[in-house]
């Protein structure tokens, strides 16, 4: 969560209210009591929580076993299938988990408790970045769940710790690209349908055109053109090259950073949807 | 300051060329109950929602407890309560939760908090049911904790967006009382919003009915109705008279006026209803024309919102 405190004076800063209290500090409270209020709703539906890890195990599982023999194919240079596709995986859990963001801020619209929370002083990045904040923590669980999974069906993790941080980060990174421009859509067309139409249509090409499940090396060149401008693929580098014996931090770094700013730049596209929302509502 | 809320020319459409204000201004005086009055589609939840710095207008300006919504909308979100048009509750949340929260949001903190919650719970008869998830509620006692969530802060300013909308008459009476007792705390200012005749009739002390976006009558229940000038006398009579015979009669009872005859009901309009009866009968009976029943009524937000929209109002 990059860009979660971070002072937003076009769409209203709380000011004076305490006087004293640093607005970063406010702000901080207030999207830690908005995240708070939504992972409360989360913990009261433990049917959702089951489906949220059952559907990555079902994931590594069906993959790992139905490409386990690609490894066989010329130059595509893993030794183990289950150790590749383990930030496959993680990767793909983080893009279709976040990218539903939307839909809890349509529920908050329906409900009218977005005009309430609208109406009294609460910052209005809070209130956005929440969504983002519960998807983050549930992603974190998720990846986490996926880690131990393949540990436990016996992958190999040579780059230790530090490269299952690297793995981590970069999908909460590569999550909150996702969550951020979920929550732009749903405020800009306010329509379930167009958030499932435009999930639907981008999941699997954006999974497929990156390193996820095949090699980049064995894919047709246009296809791995369009891979190098693919967040997904920038998370995968980044994860590939911090999760070996010898890890290319060069590349961590590079990669990592490009998912930070496209995070930062969506996250601060969906706070200013307030204003377009301010003009319909 | 004598104003809690100041609307001067506001204008505002909607996309797709909906015209929803044109040109509304209104004023509310600091710890009165303003109602605005008109059908569904006549502004006045666009007001409130550009009042409560929700919505921007087009153009118009507004000033709420003494902040301008447009150029320091924070300022005026510290000091306005908002009751929107529906429940707008945490479902999942429990009422005290959703008390709690909504406190923390105006800066309430600790022990203040929790008094104070506990303290709007009672108030609102809520306390039984307050660690429950407000899911399971009935209507009556959301709506009385959405109000109660609007009061957590102490606002200046309350905002009630047809409050009782949608309530069944017991929970419509209760939440009557419950403005009443609002109304009386003269530290703060109501605008009040429906669509029902005699709840404005009841609660506001003074009142604007709204139509097409514009305000097209304002002042208080009293004097609006005065404006029509006298009672609404009604006459039913025993068959239907020869008209010019009866019209000839009426015509010569002091105090009468409007006349209007339709098969055997005669109305007309007296400054004294009630002093004026008398001497119709008379007249009607030495006449040789029987009355069967006699009805007089003082003229009700009805008739004023008929006068001034050019429409019977139906809600």
Redesign the interface.
Known sequence: MSTSVRSDPAA???????PGVPVLRTLAA?TW?MTG?RL??LA?QPAFVVIMLVQPAIWLFLFGNLFRRVVELPGFGAGDYLDYIVPGVVVMTAVSSNMWAGMGLLEEIE???L????????FRSAIMNALVAEQAISTAVQVLAIMLLGLLAGADYPGGVAGLVVLLVAALLLGTVFSALSNTIGMLVRQRETIIGVNTLLLLPLTFLSSAFMAESLMPSWMRAIADANPVNWALDAARAAMTADPDWGVVAVRCGWLALAAAAMVFLSTRTFRAY???? | MSHAVTADQLHKSYPGGVKALDGLSLDVRAGEVFGLLGPNGAGKSTTVKILTTLARPDSGTAVVAGHDVLRHPERVRREIGVVAQRSALDPMASGRDNLTLQGRIFGVRGTALRRRVGELLDRFDLTGAADRVVRGWSGGMQRRLDVALALVHRPGVLFLDEPTTGLDPEGRAAMWAEIGRLAADESMAILLTTHYLDEADRLAARLAIVDGGRIVAHGTPAHLKEELRGDAVHLELRQPPDEPTARQVIALVPGLREVALDGRRLSARADDGAAAVPAALAALESAGIGVAAVTVARPSLDDVYLRHAGRRFAA
């Open positions: 209203g800063r709380p000011a004076a209210g305490n207030h009591w209020r409360k709703v009261k409900r009218g408790t005009n309430r929370l609208l109406t009294t002083p609460v301010q003009k319909s509502v």
